[in-house]
């Protein structure tokens, strides 16, 4: 193999990440070579599915997780605010190529559901209000409104309203700049920005192992239909492979990983598709986790629309398989363990027991005490109104720090090794919807060399959080506006009918 079959980038993972990030390089180095390996028929088939996530864009409008109290009672907003800013990034990144006819319609991935967040019980209610509190003044929350008026209410959540105790405390805030996102269809439109851009998509190939020589990544990819080897190399390698990265990392040595372990979380939701019970709800609902529940387990009754039809999803439920994909292997689980990272497992075990035990109970929780939690948020809730489905694969990562283990259950990491020449993803939520602001990191650490010439364009392109800080607030709120207006959203303008 010649210099000259040598790429400048290979992505491995078909997934809105890598999509991204190779849009993003197309757009700043139209002369590098490059090259997308996946091992799905599809792209954006796994993580970024339709069914197998939330389809939330996390702005940090609704959700109680990104919001942690403080012991006095108020609430910590800064990962709310540093979600929101990344959001805008990826709204900012999807509207200038919808400009440049790259992506298509936006309305085939994106579309306007308020975002609600809802407090029940004097200490749901007070957390909720503090959480309003600390996010109004902020430029991107301010279309935020509040009210613990059970006529609003009723007019913002029909449907979780009919039938509820009228002396239950309770409270619910609105944003009308919520949306919602299919990142399948966008993942697939991205890769099709790619090939226009001249990027080498491989489908059905699987990336086996990674291997660093003479100062190249050696990819060792096959197709799997065949059996024949594809093998490559290349200056540069990203590993957005969801639950696959773990595994490539460590066949390829990588040494930051030694001590790191993942565990898989199968996602479960119950839903309908009954019209009058999605027409009684339109909005993406969360609530707050339950007294001694992990963060992970806060419930969202979300209204969503996949492939031109409305659904409501309610969820999350825990369930396990040893697989790292939705398409993986039985024995993912078992051949990730190694003696640097068993340990790390171990600890997680020893210091996690409440997280352990809640994932045990969902794991045998009955369709009675999960038909009980939704009607938490629908009072009127039928069974057989409803189904159980499965909603994806996660690995979350686990980490030992000062000799206890941990789960990452939040953030999305990226880990840079070899002198800047492999890059890969680890964590999930708040995931897709940041993809935008991650990749800038990607780019940042692997390439710093390139930094000042691509300032100026990115800056144009997918603006990082500091530029966007520097507008102001007016200019934040006109670049939002414009944003929006491109891709079809409802324009983010302060509310009226709750108490502000």
Known sequence: MSDA?????????????????????????PDW????????GEAGSESSGAWNNAGTGHAGLCEFNYTPRRPDGSVDVSSAVQIGEQFLTSLWFWARLVEQELIGAPADFIRSVPHMGLGRGADGVAYLRARY??????????????????AVLARWLPLVFEGRDAGEPIAATRSA???????????????????????????RHEVRSLRRRDGLWQVDARDRDTGRPRPLRARFVFVGAGGGTLPLLQSARVPEIRSSAVFPISGQFLRTSRPDLVGGHRAKLYGHAAPGAPPISVPHLDRRVVAGEEHLLFG?????????????????????????NLPTLLATARDNRSLVAYLVRQVTQSDAARLAELRRFVPTARAEDWELVSAGQRVQLLKTADGRGTMVGFGTEVLVSAGGSLAALLGASPGASTAAAVMLDVLAACFPDRGADWAPRLAELAPPAAVLRALGPAGLAAAVARARGTLGL????????GNR
């Open 5 to 29: 079959d040598v790429q400048d980038v290979v992505l491995v993972g078909a997934g809105v990440m890598s999509a991204t990030l190779g849009v993003l390089l197309g757009r700043l180095q």
């Open 33 to 40: 070579r490059i090259t997308v390996v996946e091992r799905l």
């Open 133 to 150: 509190e600390g996010l109004r003044d902020h430029p991107l929350f301010a279309d935020l409104e509040y009210s613990d008026d059970r």
């Open 177 to 203: 700049a919520g949306t919602d996102v299919d990142f399948g269809v966008l993942t697939r439109a991205l890769l099709g920005a790619m090939r226009q851009q001249g990027a080498a998509v491989h489908l």
């Open 316 to 340: 999350p439920f825990a369930a396990f398989s040893p697989r790292f994909l939705t398409q993986g292997r039985l024995t993912d689980l078992a051949r990730s363990v190694r003696p640097g």
């Open 490 to 497: 409802t324009p983010a303008v302060p509310g009226r009918e």
